[in-house]
Nanobody, 129 residues
Framework: QVQLVESGGGSVQSGGSLRLSCAVSPHTDSTDSIQCMGWFRQAPGKEREGVAGIDSDGKTSYADSVKGRFTISQDNVKNTLYLQMNSLKPEDTAMYYC????????????????????WGQGTQVTVSS
């Protein structure tokens, strides 16, 4: 597993933009390699849902609700995952979590939480109308 720390959340008005960052660091003595990473979100009273994912080859996957508005990217030199969020809507309001999988990345593109074995603590995004 790896340690993940999110940042960049905040409050914006509808139509605004935010960029989330996720700093990645291995646990001490860990030799795990990351197969894929993703962003998930969870609104109060709702289940955690996948937003975007990216594998070690740079292939990406997006939830239909964010296609064309959000972009996931990774900087392997800085060991950082990003989520650029544009044209934000009130329904994007949620706690956003960074996730990684260090096993086999089974069907990671389906953006199921069960496919990821490492999680950050989350960063809050609030979009007002």
């Amino acid at each position: 597993q790896v340690q993940l720390v999110e940042s960049g959340g905040g409050s914006v008005q509808s139509g605004g933009s935010l960029r989330l960052s996720c700093a990645v660091s291995p646990h001490t003595d860990s030799t795990d390699s990351i197969q894929c990473m993703g962003w998930f979100r969870q609104a109060p009273g709702k289940e955690r849902e996948g937003v975007a994912g990216i594998d070690s080859d740079g292939k990406t996957s997006y939830a239909d609700s964010v296609k064309g508005r959000f972009t996931i990217s990774q900087d392997n030199v800085k060991n950082t995952l990003y989520l650029q969020m544009n044209s934000l809507k009130p329904e994007d309001t949620a706690m956003y979590y960074c996730a990684a999988d260090t096993t086999v990345g089974y069907e990671w593109w389906l953006l199921r939480p069960s496919s990821f074995n490492s999680w950050g603590q989350g960063t809050q995004v609030t979009v007002s109308s």
